[in-house]
DNA sequence: GGCAAATTGTAGCAATGGCTACGGATGCTG
DNA sequence: CAGCATCCGTAGCCATTGCTACAATTTGCC
């Protein structure tokens, strides 16, 4: 009956890696929506949107840059290369699942909306698959 | 209908002050964990439960000391303050509530474990009166 | 009492993500 | 096309949370 296998480090997401593919689904998410909704995404854009520095989002832009997420030069608009448009696609669908779940369990949808930024990172597939069950029935 | 009216650092919760929160709420929810059940609490026992060095955790628990949250003396247990002592009350409600909940939509119990410690601190109220709703329907 | 083991603290490094201040690019507009 | 406003990059600061390595304290055992 050993309870504890798995190290803590799995249940516990407070790490340095785990925050970092947070805010890398985030700034995906967020470039695709934004270039879906104005046609380019630029730093500011970015800024405004996470209500943070321009100078903030500059440097997160390089690092997911390093990691193959999206591409840009300097002075120029922000797009994401394959993995980060297929990672903003899961992301996308992710968050509307929570969101739409949260809606249908009955909390209003501002509240939903707000929750389900912070919730999405957190679900595992199994449990967003008991949220897309719920929704279907 | 001005539906932007509050920045998105409110709906965007990757931020130190947010984070440094989280880790104030797991780690007095694990001292009254671990107080209650081997009697004390020490910076070993919370770096095995937290899968982290005892560095990380002598120093997060010099900081929450400083927040008035728990109280330690070197080479010394922890125990909560009172104010540390209701915040891990509410925690350990908010979790609970959370991790029953995903067990009553039909994620199984280790699933549940885990996806609640990452969901807990992004629970507002409403929605955490929602579950608690719906548990209770 | 004293030694050894276990525990805890300190020093110092890295990564991430906040910021302000300042300077360089770009681009619009007269 | 020149100048100005806007946008973006760089320098350099801080806080948080990881770490290893080493020092100090406590504790248990002989």
Request: hydrophobic share 35%; aromatic share 6%; charged share 30%.
């Given at each position: 009956m050993q309870e504890d296998k798995k190290?803590?480090?799995?249940?516990?997401?407070?790490?340095?890696k785990?925050?970092?593919?947070?805010?890398?689904?985030?700034?995906?998410?967020?470039?695709?929506?934004i270039i879906d909704a104005s046609g380019e995404?630029?730093?500011l854009d970015l800024a405004k949107y996470f209500d943070v520095s321009h100078v903030t989002v500059?440097?997160?832009v390089k690092r997911l840059q390093g990691e193959d997420l999206l591409v840009t030069r300097p002075y120029r608009p922000i797009s994401l290369t394959k993995q980060g448009a297929k990672m903003a696609k899961y992301a996308k669908q992710r968050h509307e699942i929570v969101l739409d779940f949260l809606v249908a369990i009955g909390v209003d949808a501002q509240t939903a909306e707000i929750d389900s930024e912070g919730i999405e990172h957190h679900v595992s597939s199994?449990?967003?698959?008991?949220?897309?069950s719920f929704l279907t029935k």
């Open positions: 190290p803590n480090s799995v249940r516990f997401s407070r790490t340095r785990h925050h970092a593919n947070e805010t890398a689904e985030d700034y995906v998410e967020a470039v695709a929506e995404c630029r730093v500059s440097r997160i199994k449990t967003l698959a008991a949220m897309k």
